[in-house]
């Protein structure tokens, strides 16, 4: 107890009175936006630069004290709230949300964690540049939180996942000291690629204050279609056909099943949905650096050649950004209306693009048989292999209770069945504390076992993040 | 002596008489192409497979026996020959060269690490499909090579270097165990990312077996310019504009100073330079999916608003596949040219794309003071900041006896000089036995530390290529 008096009297010391909060209504800190996990921090600490930060870290160490990194609290695995023993430190970058820099000519920007990522968008957009990355999230996640989850959303299918736009990071070791790997450059092999291990980690390795991104001119035009398809097959058939003619201008491949779709129509029936319900309709985008009429122009005649070749049934191409937008709508629209119809067992699941139909096919199957009348939201980003395979209890069934009998059963057949294509069971959610028994039973054993020496390695006193991914 | 001779007994039982080499001429294996570096290699083991792989691995720990594993043995830092002391075991992947998989809907390619790049860019080929990396040596480095030394080559600029078109791997660790990471997933959030820590680390941390790469449609056309510039800063303007014009389209613009594209003329006088001298010749490539047509538009329109926008001041566009290829062996010709004109100091450096103009100004005035008359052959990757900015002998010195008495203080210039402006003392060619002392002495202290605990944790022993890169 004195130490714990002596520590928050020193952590005021490098805060100040305006950078630690221990009174009040702490809830925005302590519970996730979904109140799925709700814990009880000794402290928030809020630093206002890197300096702040690394003597956090290192009073953390020195007092034996769990830190808790957060970001703008949006994280879909309770990653980012403490735990309820009201013992660990919770660490908001949110007053740290500097743009450092901008380098137009190597198409680069240099910011703070704490950035929101709709802010980073937009100071990029200021310049003529774009910052792709995106997400439901985007007016409150940061960017840090982003890195440290390794984020994905809706453009991962031409420019990669929050890792493959970052060039550089600044960070905060569990033993305080401050690593400045804040370089601009896109080839540097000099030693281990210490980014990389740390985008992704989850705050379990050390705690990203910065990180350099990279910026890309902004296309002249971006549009959008809807297509129609028979089968999941067909799907697939047809991103390759928009790979092969589109190349990188191709920036979305969206799936949507029926089920996702009639949902949003039940719930939102003054959505516009373009084309007639089929059992699936693809979301496709075009970001096109010459023109809109050249994009235009490119849609037309793929969307002839997929017709002609019986890949598609419909179509229709956005004709104004307005109706983008409205096609977009309704892609986003899906996991709202299905919060109205009530709770669901969410699967964030990657899987080899080819083996997708048959893992759909096999495993809607088995649902099907063993619970009947289960309602199956499959929708996501077909482009890179992401879905999210989602399980609604049968119309009727109240669904409270029906997850509480067989959430676990359906977990185990869902990824029985990615494991058994090839896939991976967390796709751009990440582990934290929703999925960590899932990682310790099907992560490959050599694999944990390096993990938990790298682990073992950085954070020796395993106070950074406890009780997340490992 | 005795454990010698029971190690070497144990081995050929594992791997079998073909499999391991003691006696004859094992120069191809103990010295790099060069003749920089050359040792004496306790055995040459050839495994067949990761399974004898991981044996060999396996008795290299329990006897004590320092590893270094070899691919195509045509790296520049001494990173895959044996040290002079005949104690290490040199481990060629050379047998293991099976594409194990292609699989076209999800653009991926399984291989083993002993693939010669060539084979992989072939067999990618036959389906219709690219494998970008592409380098010099592609005709007999391997694919473990290029992922434990993170190649680059001249189609980062929209590919990325090889850690980006890598997905998965399969390692053998330090103590034997094969870890199957042969992942086909663009999104995979289950953990630490293993393999990029493994890519780049050359062979110090295991022993990559396999790798899942990616690929991409072919594009329709490919097709090359030359421009003049008068400055650097004109050459950069350039990259700006067809960045901003040509997108992802744009796969590679390479820069060759005046010096360098002299030594080609004085040199190799029968190859033709479409363009009179200028201070500064670009090379842009554009990878079109579209159509010939389309790409050679581009051009035009491209070309022509940086001529009327004074960016430069003449251009040829290739009228033929075999006009483009003689722009790029122009471009290629360059080292062997240098080659011709005597030996030199070679750098091998990244900055900031925005940081170069002023990066080679500042650095040409300080050597060209210090050492009057000398040369410097400047050429590179402009579109990825990295440069080859070598130091030739002023006409008529001797190159070898210059080279002895001025090395270490060019070098000490020209890295100071890199550090300064943000930028890495090795952006491709990677550490190896070359640059560790160069490592030690300028990486962030920090990352240095992090870089020796993850050896450390991973391979305690220091059995895994000892004496390379930390």
């Not at 058939?237 to 969206?254: C, H, I, M, P």
């Not at 129509?265 to 970001?287: D, G, I, N, R, Y």
């Not at 109240?398 to 067989?406: C, D, I, R, V």
Request: a negative charge.
């Amino acid at each position: 107890m004195l130490s714990q008096a002596e520590f928050l009297q020193a952590l005021r010391g490098v805060l100040g009175e305006a950078g630690l909060l221990c009174e009040g209504d702490l809830s925005s800190f302590e519970q996730d936006w979904r109140r799925r996990y709700e814990g009880r921090a000794l402290a928030i600490a809020r630093p206002a630069d890197t300096a702040q930060v690394a003597a956090v870290v290192k009073l953390c160490a020195a007092y034996g004290v769990g830190l808790v990194p957060q970001g703008g609290n949006t994280g879909l695995v309770g990653g980012s709230t403490p735990d309820a023993t009201g013992e660990q430190l919770l660490l908001s970058l949110c007053r740290m949300k500097q743009v450092r820099a901008i380098d137009a000519a190597n198409l680069t920007m240099t910011v703070d964690a704490g950035c929101v990522l709709q802010a980073v968008q937009d100071a990029a957009a200021e310049q003529g540049l774009l910052f792709p990355l995106s997400l439901a999230s985007e007016g409150s996640c940061t960017i840090g939180g982003n890195l440290a989850s390794n984020a994905g959303g809706t453009q991962v299918l031409r420019y990669g996942n929050a890792r493959d736009l970052c060039l550089g990071l600044e960070m905060v070791t569990a033993d305080g000291e401050i690593w400045n790997g804040l370089s601009g450059l896109r080839k540097d092999n000099t030693g281990y690629d210490l980014r990389h291990l740390f985008v992704g980690s989850e705050g379990t390795l050390g705690v990203i204050t910065a990180a350099t991104l990279k910026l890309y001119p902004s296309p002249k035009a971006q549009t959008t279609a809807l297509a129609a398809c028979d089968s999941l097959d067909a799907a697939v058939n047809l991103l390759v056909l928009a790979q092969s003619r589109a190349g990188a201008s191709l920036s979305g491949f969206e799936v949507m099943n029926a089920v996702s779709l009639g949902l949003v129509k039940k719930h939102f029936p003054q959505l516009q949905q373009a084309l007639a319900l089929s059992p699936w309709t693809v979301l496709l985008e075009l970001s096109d650096t010459e023109s809109e009429a050249h994009a235009s122009a490119m849609f037309e005649s793929l969307l002839e050649a997929a017709l002609e070749a019986g890949v598609i049934s419909d179509a229709a191409v956005a004709a104004s950004q307005a109706q983008s937008q409205a096609m977009w709508h309704l892609r986003e629209s899906i996991p709202l209306a299905q919060a109205q119809e009530g709770l669901n067992v969410k699967h964030d699941i990657a899987l080899p693009v080819s083996a997708i139909p048959s893992f759909v096919t096999g495993t809607d199957t088995t649902l099907k048989a063993v619970f009947a009348g289960v309602r199956l939201v499959n929708f996501g980003h077909l482009g890179d292999g992401n879905l999210h395979y989602n399980v609604q209890a049968p119309e009727g069934v109240p669904a409270k209770e029906f997850l509480s009998q067989h959430e676990t059963a359906i977990n185990q057949i869902v990824y029985d069945a990615v494991a058994a294509h090839g896939g991976s069971f967390s796709a751009e959610h990440g582990i934290g504390q929703l999925k960590r028994a899932e990682l310790a039973a099907r992560k490959d054993p050599v694999a944990l076992h390096m993990m938990r020496a790298i682990k073992n390695a950085l954070d020796p006193k395993g106070l950074m993040n406890p009780g997340r991914m490992l």
